[in-house]
């Protein structure tokens, strides 16, 4: 498709349980970000991915979390030992960083991952 | 730290008027400002931007405006839709960072 997907669209897991959230990204942009949203709250931002570049990891929580962004594309959110606290949606987002809209800070979000942790 | 607010959680306006949406920056150093429009169920979606270099800039049925002075922005829809009920988000960015800092929203509520 033309825009940024992510699935799954719903997970619930239980207390202790590993999880993975998926992210395609808009073909050709470079830049991938992974934010989550707590009921009623804004975006929290979580990673940056940009290129070849080390990830701009100071948003995340704690060392539950990690993400990986293979081949400049993909991208793959994970959460160890799940807490109830992790219950969000996480919205993945793309932008064309470097292109002829450098710096417009344009980010194009996939519709989400709800994650509910009992 | 970042911290970017809104000043109304909820706004609820008649249909066919206008809404103004109000935010508060705290980093004067941000050079860019974007107001996202969230439906509900749905990621949030690009409504219009603004350089820290200009004070206004109108898109379709919108107006954003920057008050540097102040550290305020304010979304300005004309004759409100139903479609335009939604959460709006501002954000900013600062030179040299990648990352966008979110508000925590505001409901827009248009009446019929």
């Known amino acids: 498709g033309a825009g940024v997907s992510q699935s799954p669209s719903n997970k619930v897991t239980e207390k202790g349980k590993d999880v993975e959230l998926r992210c395609d990204p808009i073909?050709?942009?470079?830049?991938l970000y992974w934010y989550r949203q707590s009921l009623g709250q804004g975006l929290e931002f979580l990673i940056y991915?940009?290129?070849?570049?080390?990830?701009?990891k100071s948003g995340l929580p704690s060392d539950r979390f990690s993400a990986e962004r293979t081949g400049g594309s993909v991208s793959t959110l994970t959460i160890q030992r799940t807490q109830q606290e992790d219950s969000a949606v996480y919205l993945c987002?793309?932008?064309?960083?470097?292109?002829?809209?450098?710096?417009?800070?344009?980010?194009?979000f996939g519709e989400g991952s709800r994650l509910t942790v009992l | 730290g970042e911290s970017v607010g809104l000043h109304l959680p909820t706004l609820s306006v008649q249909e066919g008027d206008n809404s103004i949406i109000n935010c508060a920056y705290s980093?004067?150093?941000?050079?860019?400002f974007i107001w996202y429009k969230q439906e509900s169920g749905k990621g949030p979606q690009f409504i219009i931007d603004?350089?820290?270099?200009?004070d206004k800039r109108q898109g379709q049925r919108v107006t954003v405006l920057l008050n540097k002075t102040v550290k305020h922005l304010s979304l300005q829809i004309a004759a409100t839709q139903p479609g335009d009920s939604a959460v709006y988000f501002c954000?900013?960015?600062?030179?040299?960072?990648?990352?966008?800092?979110f508000g925590k929203g505001n409901q827009v509520v248009v009446i019929p």
């Open positions: 987002a793309s932008s064309l960083v470097g292109g002829p809209f450098a710096n417009t800070g344009e980010l194009f």
């Open positions: 073909s050709g942009h470079t830049a």
């Open positions: 991915f940009q290129g070849n570049s080390a990830p701009d």
């Open positions: 980093n004067s150093a941000s050079d860019y």
């Open positions: 603004i350089r820290s270099n200009m």
């Open positions: 954000a900013e960015k600062r030179p040299g960072n990648n990352r966008l800092a």
